[in-house]
């Protein structure tokens, strides 16, 4: 995909790996990025002056909606959707407290917002001739960790879906990319990156994600993402005997 002259939609970018996209996509993109926290946005757009930000919470149906229409009125020509916001919540494997709320947690953001901004989209695609979706996925969907486990479970049903979609869109002109990432340096770990493996920084995963997409790559895999792949296929207790250590 050539990604000069689009107009994308790029779910939280006001920090972290999707601040880092808006970076690298705004000179030639129109960028739309969103997010809770208007703080977080009015520093992004102060960094980035380019872009535009809209305030939403993506787990909430009627915000969400109204983001969709939003971007549907004010910008038609939109024809990428880079679905990156995420969120985990972190539960005690033994205690297993707050489990509920957790799970729903999780699934609202990690898959029923994605999906269903997919879905949103779609008849909008459809008729724009050609158009991109990228889904934001984990190494964890191969190799989950206990101590999150809705989400890892929440990112492997995305996993599922966008491989799903792609196959029912192959005759169309929209394309469908997953981007299956390692550890990465960003606020999603509140100050608490385990201290043994070295997290990738945020631009460079930024940077890779958007090399693999700009060759076409449906799957990609970046960095220690692609050792789980392999480890969950060829040493699945060992792998995640492994990931759980860390
Ligand atoms: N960092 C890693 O190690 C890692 C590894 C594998 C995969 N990933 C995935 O990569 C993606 C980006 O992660 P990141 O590390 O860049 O996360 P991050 O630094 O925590 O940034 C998350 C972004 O999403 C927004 N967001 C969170 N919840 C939202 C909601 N309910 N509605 C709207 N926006 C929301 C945040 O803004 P607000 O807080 O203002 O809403 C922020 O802009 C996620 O899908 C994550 O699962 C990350």
């Given at each position: 995909m050539k990604i000069s002259g689009k107009t994308i939609?790029?779910?939280g970018g006001s920090e972290g790996i999707g601040f880092e996209l808006a970076r690298l996509l705004k000179d030639e993109n129109?960028?739309?990025?969103?997010g809770r926290n208007a703080d977080k946005l009015a520093q992004a757009k102060k960094a980035l002056p380019e872009i535009v930000t809209i305030s939403a919470d993506l787990s909430v149906a009627a915000q969400r909606n109204t983001l969709v229409d939003r971007v549907l009125s004010d910008f038609p020509q939109t024809s990428v959707l880079i679905n990156n916001a995420g969120g985990r919540q972190v539960i005690d494997p033994q205690k297993r407290c707050g489990v509920e709320d957790a799970l729903y947690s999780d699934f609202e953001l990690n898959v029923l917002a994605p999906v269903l901004l997919c879905e949103n989209f779609l008849p909008h695609f459809r008729s724009q001739g050609a158009a991109t979706i990228v889904n934001i996925t984990t190494g964890l969907i191969f190799l989950p960790k206990a101590s999150y486990p809705f989400y890892c479970a929440a990112k492997a049903a995305l996993h599922?879906?966008?491989?799903?979609?792609?196959?029912?869109?192959?005759?169309?002109?929209?394309?469908?990319?997953?981007?299956i990432l390692p550890l990465v340096n960003t606020p999603f770990h509140k100050g608490q990156l385990p201290g043994t493996v070295r997290a990738m920084d945020a631009a460079q995963a930024a940077s890779l994600c958007l090399k693999e997409l700009t060759r076409g790559t449906e799957e990609?895999?970046?960095?220690?993402?692609?050792?789980a792949r392999q480890l969950a296929f060829l040493f699945p207790r060992k792998g995640?005997?492994?990931i759980n250590r860390i």
């Open positions: 939609l790029l779910t129109t960028v739309i990025i969103c599922s879906y966008t491989q799903s979609l792609r196959w029912s869109l192959r005759a169309t002109p929209i394309r469908v990319h997953e981007v990609i895999s970046i960095g220690k993402a692609r050792l995640i005997s492994l």
